[in-house]
């Protein structure tokens, strides 16, 4: 499967953005989808994820902030993500996980073998 992230931009502190993450090639329904994020210096850290029944994963850092969805006529993976902070600045990737059918997911970055190109995300303080 190939996936396309797309809907970052520069915004400010308090501001929203929905990210969307659009798969070709197959369907996304059968796997977990994960949503990433690098900062310049910095790990990829993972901020979402998604599984095939919908369990849904988010750390602390963005838990009550950040709301991930799927949209199977689509094919698309949202990630809403709402009182964006300066800290919240990064490339955004979207990525599949290796195996089909899990029906937990975790935002581990070596589970995922299908990743997107990545989207900036901008927060101006």
């Known amino acids: 499967v190939q996936l396309q992230a797309s809907g970052g931009g520069l915004v400010q502190t308090g501001d929203s953005l929905r990210l969307s993450c659009t798969g070709s090639?197959?369907?996304?329904?059968?796997?977990?989808i994960g949503w990433f994020r690098q900062a310049p210096g910095k790990e990829r850290e993972g901020v979402s994820c998604i599984s095939v029944v919908g369990n849904t994963f988010y750390p602390d850092s963005v838990k009550g902030r950040f709301t991930i969805s799927r949209d199977s006529a689509k094919n698309t993976v949202y990630l809403q993500m709402n009182s964006l902070k300066p800290e919240d600045t990064a490339v955004y990737y979207c990525a599949a996980d290796a195996n089909v059918g899990t029906r937990y997911c975790a935002v581990v970055v070596d589970a995922y073998d299908s990743w997107g190109q990545g989207t900036q995300v901008t927060v101006s303080s």
């Open positions: 090639g197959d369907t996304l329904d059968f796997r977990s």
